[in-house]
């Protein structure tokens, strides 16, 4: 149990949607990061947040975007969905400690 | 470039020990990690390495780092069924993110 949850656990969305996914983290973790795993894959990072700024970022394109919220939350939002965007969406917190928790992910399939 | 590579797929009998290698090219990364992934599940940190060791032991689990070569192994003793699952290597970069392996595929023999 890391302490970190995700939701919604799976979502199926179209073409051309917009989705939110979020995360939740422990009091503290006040770095969040967002991954995607495509199938047989692994984890590609997306971007980072700290303090509710985003400090890092991977080869992925503007529609992909974020917010992290001052309770310990954050959220990931993917505009005009393609179907290569379907893959397991991964958040990782960080503690003080530098400990790095995965949550379970959210299975975001696209028709 | 930053990249992870690792083989896909190992089979090992139940009670033997497993290694799973791995090999990356960013030099300047701080830790090194070996992640557990089971069906349908998120990412499970097994153990890590700082950049400056050769060896961490954790109980059934053995990490040895060659920074000269570049080459990460993890050494599960004792292998049982419970370990079958995907296994991913990762190296830090900078600050923030992590690179992943694409996963080995542990699968124990009866």
């Known amino acids: 149990e890391t302490g970190v949850t995700q939701s919604p656990t799976h979502l199926i969305k179209t073409r051309g949607q917009q989705v939110t996914l979020r995360c939740s983290s422990q009091?503290?973790?006040?770095?969040v990061s967002w991954y995607q795993q495509a199938l047989g894959q692994g984890p590609q990072f997306i971007f980072q947040?700290?303090?509710?700024?985003?400090?890092g970022r991977g080869n992925f394109p503007p529609r992909f975007s974020g917010l992290q919220f001052p309770n310990y939350s954050s959220e990931l939002n993917v505009n005009a969905l393609e179907l290569d965007d379907s893959a397991l969406y991964l958040c990782?917190?960080?503690?003080?400690?530098?400990?790095?928790?995965f949550g379970p992910g959210t299975r975001l399939t696209v028709l | 470039g930053e990249d992870v590579e690792q083989s896909l797929f190992l089979s090992v009998r139940e009670g033997d020990s497993s290694v799973i290698n791995c090999t990356y090219t960013?030099?300047?990364?701080?830790?090194l990690y070996w992640y557990k992934q089971e069906p349908g599940a998120g990412l499970q940190l097994l153990t890590y390495?700082?950049?400056?060791?050769d060896m961490k032991q954790d109980q059934r689990l053995t990490v040895l780092l060659n920074k000269k070569d570049k080459h990460l192994s993890l050494r599960i003793a004792d292998t049982q069924t419970g370990d079958s699952a995907i296994y991913f290597c990762?190296?830090?970069?900078?600050?923030?993110?992590?690179?992943f392996g694409k996963g080995t595929r542990l699968h124990i023999l009866p």
């Open positions: 990782a917190t960080r503690d003080l400690m530098d400990e790095q928790f």
């Open positions: 009091s503290g973790h006040n770095t």
């Open positions: 947040y700290y303090r509710e700024e985003e400090n």
């Open positions: 960013d030099s300047s990364s701080t830790y």
């Open positions: 390495i700082f950049s400056n060791m």
């Open positions: 990762a190296e830090s970069i900078g600050d923030d993110k992590i690179i």
